[in-house]
């Protein structure tokens, strides 16, 4: 059974760092992207970073551009969303998600497997 593991959500201070993981298991994702989307209060489930299975292509949403960095471990089947300089703003539920890669990564609807969440708050 496909599962999405995701780890590392917690409470930090502005300016501060963390690392979410998802590990992945159940099946083959070679063909896949893993997306981290996120829900913060009112506001609905929006993509924050991809990357590409099949050759580490990576995407970001503007809001995390510079500060978010996404990578993976092949061997570990392991994504990673390396979170730098955290904002007020980043506050959310963090998710991990799979979607075939001809899909519309952006595209919430486009993700078959979704984790179960862990929530990033930032505080000033």
């Known amino acids: 059974q496909v599962q999405l593991v995701v780890s590392g959500g917690g409470l930090v201070q502005a300016g501060g760092s963390l690392r979410l993981s998802c590990a992945a298991s159940?099946?083959?994702?070679?063909?896949?992207?893993m997306g981290w989307f996120r829900r913060a209060p009112g506001k609905e489930r929006e993509f924050a970073a991809g990357?590409?299975?099949?050759?580490?292509?990576?995407y970001y949403a503007d809001s995390v551009k510079g500060r978010f960095t996404i990578s993976g471990d092949n061997a570990k089947n392991t994504v990673y969303l390396q979170m730098n300089n955290l904002k007020p703003e980043d506050t959310a539920n963090y998710y991990c998600a799979a979607a075939p890669d001809y899909r519309n990564k952006y595209y919430v609807g486009s993700y078959d497997y979704w984790g179960q969440g862990t929530q990033v708050t930032v505080s000033s």
């Open positions: 159940g099946r083959t994702f070679s063909s896949y992207i």
């Open positions: 990357i590409r299975w099949s050759d580490g292509a990576s």
